[in-house]
T-cell receptor, first 114, second 115 residues
Framework: AQSVTQPDIHITVSEGASLELRCNYS??????LFWYVQSPGQGLQLLLK??????LVQGIKGFEAEFKRSQSSFNLRKPSVHWSDAAEYFC????????????FGRGTSLIVHP | DAGVIQSPRHEVTEMGQEVTLRCKPI?????LFWYRQTMMRGLELLIY????????DSGMPEDRFSAKMPNASFSTLKIQPSEPRDSAVYFC?????????????FGEGSRLTVL
């Protein structure tokens, strides 16, 4: 069975600082990997996804993530955080081929200080 | 195109009452998911449908919960009778498998408060 671990429940950064949110997954084959963002009072929105090819993927809002198979990781990064990036971030893993129902991590809450 | 539409956005009810949450998925999507989000348990998958057929309801917490999808454009999640511990945000999401990489499209959620 697939699983996702987001080890940080909360992350606090200053506006303009760089950001890295960690995600580790467990899956026996090549996974689909996703990062979603949830702004307060909203549903989840896809930031980016990896399914094959280049292991560094670009997403919306200036985010990127790197798939590292050897570390079973898919960390989310942004070089300079804006106050509007404060939100909940979810990593998810899905199975390639057949049923791909994604498994979500518990989420990381990003707090941005001015 | 319209996204996933959920109603009501907010529901406050008293313990023991019946609650019905509604969802209209994106047209053409063949998967529909119901999730529940709480501070304690995070995002939990309750049930999902494929082509209107329930595939896995192992996440439904109790028999008080039921879900239906009578057609491709409508689904309901019903709680009867409701209890205070059912208070949560309930999300509906849909996706398309053919030619897809599994992205889910979420509605804005229905915030349920059971007093």
């Amino acid at each position: 069975a697939q699983s996702v671990t987001q080890p940080d429940i909360h992350i606090t950064v200053s506006e303009g600082a760089s950001l890295e949110l960690r995600c580790n997954y467990s899956y026996g084959a090549t996974p689909y990997l996703f990062w979603y963002v949830q702004s307060p009072g909203q549903g989840l929105q896809l930031l980016l996804k990896y399914f094959s090819g280049d292991t560094l993927v670009q997403g919306i809002k200036g985010f990127e993530a790197e798939f590292k198979r050897s570390q079973s990781s898919f960390n989310l990064r942004k070089p300079s955080v804006h106050w509007s990036d404060a939100a909940e971030y979810f990593c998810a893993v899905g199975a390639q081929g057949g049923s791909y129902i994604p498994t979500f991590g518990r989420g990381t809450s990003l707090i941005v200080h001015p | 195109d319209a996204g996933v539409i959920q109603s009501p956005r907010h529901e406050v009810t008293e313990m023991g009452q019946e609650v019905t949450l509604r969802c209209k998925p994106i047209s053409g999507h063949d998967y529909l998911f119901w999730y529940r989000q709480t501070m304690m348990r995070g995002l939990e998958l309750l049930i999902y449908f494929n082509n209107n057929v329930p595939i896995d309801d192992s996440g439904m917490p109790e028999d008080r919960f039921s879900a239906k999808m009578p057609n491709a454009s409508f689904s309901t999640l019903k709680i009867q009778p409701s209890e205070p511990r059912d208070s949560a945000v309930y999300f509906c999401a849909s996706s398309l498998t053919r030619g897809s990489t599994g992205e889910l499209f979420f509605g804005e959620g229905s915030r349920l408060t059971v007093l």
